[in-house]
């Protein structure tokens, strides 16, 4: 992380936090407000050290994460049934060679991993990954963790926990020491996507539940969301849902949606998170990296923030063309957060545009950004690359705002950046309390 510096005083008059900014000062001074405040990243798939294994991190993982998979099958004549062949180092060595390589990293998430093994002083032109691959075998895991967390300039990290994966429920099950750096989230797509496949894991645990969702079963949901939510104290739960979501509609999902989830939530007083957009599975052959993005009809959402007014819903959507009107969306209802610039939106040239449409329309009653992180080093270039797109569009809204007649100071200025990356974050999510008895 850059260390913030002044000139010498006849270049540049050292400002005090309660000082007016000359326009010419504004750009340093959001540039080092942002590098010096510690973010929450309010989505991501990391996990704590008590995960074990689940918890993804070094140089084969970086090069293995599905979004360079779906970029090495169009340059390496290699089929997907053959890579999947491979073992983890191979398949690393091949998207080495093909997109680092035999190619310039010049893609976002090439460009990721080079920053990565810079940030670690390692050589980001090998021919081979033997020097980046000693490095990180000789890291500890809590010591690196750390480490990454503050080269990220992040002090809070919001995993994705979903309490029927086998491997993750087993582990819950035996007990999980609290981590201060990490949050809890109760991740509902095998109970709300895929309930026909996983209803007989709640029925096997005892809960009166059928393939139709009905009788018992909405409230016999609610019964296991509640005893997982005592378990993990979750800041709020989630869902991804795809383009095609319609609500309201007669679905065995909606009707969980409805007597289950959003009454747990009201209990438990922390937001829904919905994450619409995606479209499952477009090349099977992918796997991961299979998925693909539709744009959503945003009247379910509608719906959902007008006859839910006490439910909060944290929404990020996939379509570019859905933005616009989630921000709007997010002017008419109060209990509607928009937050980051999902997956396929986060790249520069995108997140430009839906940030500077969200500061237009939203002031920074919004959370711009997560990293959505599945591999521990990658919070290095995604929280770099938000601070180096963002930190221009928030100094020409300072540079507009001055023009029409109000300065700003370092002081406001450390006010929004702390509100738009901290504090909107920390005052939606619930907290890791005792979950409140009031039923809502
Ligand atoms: O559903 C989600 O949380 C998505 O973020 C998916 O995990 C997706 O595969 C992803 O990693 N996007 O960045
Ligand atoms: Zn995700």
Redesign the pocket.
């Given at each position: 992380m850059k260390t913030a510096y002044l000139k010498s005083t006849d270049q540049m008059a050292i400002s005090s936090d309660g000082d007016l900014l000359a326009e010419t000062q504004i750009p340093k001074v959001v540039e080092e407000v942002l590098a010096s405040t510690q973010f929450v990243d309010i989505?991501t798939?990391l996990y704590s050290p008590a995960f074990g294994k689940l918890g993804l991190w070094g140089i084969d993982e970086l090069l293995t994460y599905?979004?360079l998979e779906a970029e090495f099958f169009r340059s390496s004549d290699t089929t997907p049934q053959q890579y999947w062949a491979l073992s983890k180092r191979e398949q690393a060595d091949r998207i080495w060679q093909a997109l680092f390589v035999e190619n310039n990293p010049i893609s976002e998430a090439t460009r990721g991993v080079i920053a990565v093994l810079k940030a670690f002083q390692l050589p980001t032109d090998s021919a081979d990954l033997s020097e980046a691959r000693s490095f990180f075998e000789a890291q500890s895991v809590e010591a690196h963790i750390e480490r990454v967390l503050r080269m990220a300039g992040i002090d809070l990290v919001v995993m994705?926990n979903d309490p029927l994966d086998p491997a993750e429920g087993e582990i819950w099950l035996s007990g999980v020491a609290n981590h201060n750096q990490f949050r809890a989230v109760l991740?509902l797509?095998r109970i709300l996507i895929t309930w026909p496949a996983h209803w007989q894991v709640l029925a096997s645990q005892g809960f009166q539940v059928d393939q139709q969702a009905s009788g018992k079963s909405a409230q016999e949901v609610r019964r296991f969301l509640m005893e997982w939510a005592e378990r993990m104290r979750p800041a709020y739960m989630?869902v991804?849902l795809p383009d095609t979501f319609q609500y309201p509609s007669e679905t065995a999902g909606n009707r969980l949606l409805k007597e289950a989830v959003l009454p747990a939530c009201r209990e438990m007083q922390i937001p829904l998170s919905l994450?619409i957009g995606?479209r499952k599975q477009v090349n099977p052959s992918l796997r991961?990296?299979g998925?693909a993005v539709g744009k959503a009809d945003l009247r379910a959402l509608e719906n959902l923030c007008r006859e839910f007014p006490e439910n909060r819903f944290l929404v990020s959507v996939l379509s570019r063309e859905n933005q616009h009107e989630l921000c709007v969306y997010a002017r008419k209802f109060n209990n509607l957060m928009p937050f980051g610039c999902?997956?396929?939106m986060?790249n520069p040239s995108i997140v430009e545009e839906i940030t500077r449409e969200r500061l237009e329309m939203l002031g920074t009653s919004f959370i711009p950004q997560h990293s959505?992180a599945?591999v521990l080093e990658q919070v290095i270039y995604k929280w770099n690359n938000t601070r180096r797109t963002i930190g221009p569009i928030l100094s020409e809204s300072y540079r507009l705002l001055t023009e029409d007649g109000r300065g700003v100071t370092r002081r406001s200025i450390q006010g929004d950046i702390t509100r738009l990356f901290r504090s909107n974050a920390e005052a939606w999510m619930g907290s890791r309390a005792i979950i409140s008895e009031a039923p809502r």
């Open positions: 989505h798939h599905h979004y994705t991740r797509d989630a991804s994450m995606v991961l990296a998925d999902w997956w396929f986060n959505d599945r």
